[in-house]
């Protein structure tokens, strides 16, 4: 298994640019998630996903968008890019939630800067 | 509003010693912590958990112990060696929910 995938490792954008963060996972989880990392700091929840189809907001969903058409595939959307989104972007899944299997894995992260 | 902190920030120890991390947290109805090590340009990777009901558990090298009376996770690695060296965080979860709090981060630096 390649476990999560995200696309791309690095990118740079223009202030008010749009682009979409992939991600994939091929362990057949049921629950997809997107954390920022900003410097020095702790991961916040953007959005998550407990099925295809179903996605909520986490703590800092704002600016942002997601979508879950497969249970694969789970895409985060910046509309308008703006310099506070300037962060590293991760993807993570797991097996459940509140069961015994509640370990997230997660990809490599996207480094993302708006200037 | 409920979060998960560090006590260090920073961690320097020679190859060979014992290494303790510690962790904070404050929502006495989180059930399940979580550690994680992060090395550089890399995503986080599990390292070990622990639910609320047990105080202590053993992985290869690493023990989590969990004091709830102060609402307080360690996590020692024993024979620490050069390939440990990253950013160590807790993690916190309450009961059923998505919601997975992450601490601040220790970064670990592991002396030759």
């Known amino acids: 298994n390649a476990g999560v995938t995200q696309t791309p490792k690095f990118r740079i954008l223009k202030i008010g640019q749009s682009m979409t963060l992939q991600c994939t996972q091929d362990m057949n989880h049921n629950y997809m998630y997107w954390y920022r990392q900003d410097p020095g700091m702790g991961l916040k929840l953007i959005y998550y996903s407990v099925g295809a189809g179903i996605t909520d907001k986490g703590e800092v969903p704002n600016g942002y968008n997601v979508s879950r058409s497969t249970t694969e595939d789970f895409p985060l959307r910046l509309e308008l890019a703006a310099p506070s989104q300037t962060s590293v972007y991760f993807c993570?899944?797991?097996?459940?939630?509140?069961?015994?299997?509640?370990?997230?894995?997660f990809g490599s992260g996207t480094q993302l800067s708006v200037l | 509003g409920e979060s998960v902190g560090l006590h260090l920030p920073t961690l320097s120890v020679q190859e060979g010693d014992n290494s303790i991390i510690n962790c904070a947290y404050s929502?006495?109805?989180?059930?399940?912590f979580i550690w994680y090590k992060q090395e550089s340009g890399k995503g986080p990777q599990f390292i070990i958990d622990?639910?609320?009901?047990?105080d202590k558990r053993q992985g290869q090298r690493v023990t989590v112990l969990l004091n709830k009376t102060v609402k307080h996770l360690s996590l020692q690695i024993a024979a620490t060696q050069p390939g440990d060296s990253a950013v160590y965080f807790c993690a916190e979860n309450e009961g059923s929910n998505y919601k997975l709090t992450f601490g601040k981060g220790t970064l670990l630096t592991v002396n030759p």
């Open positions: 622990i639910r609320s009901n047990m």
């Open positions: 929502n006495s109805a989180s059930d399940y």
């Open positions: 993570a899944s797991s097996y459940s939630i509140g069961g015994r299997d509640e370990k997230l894995f």
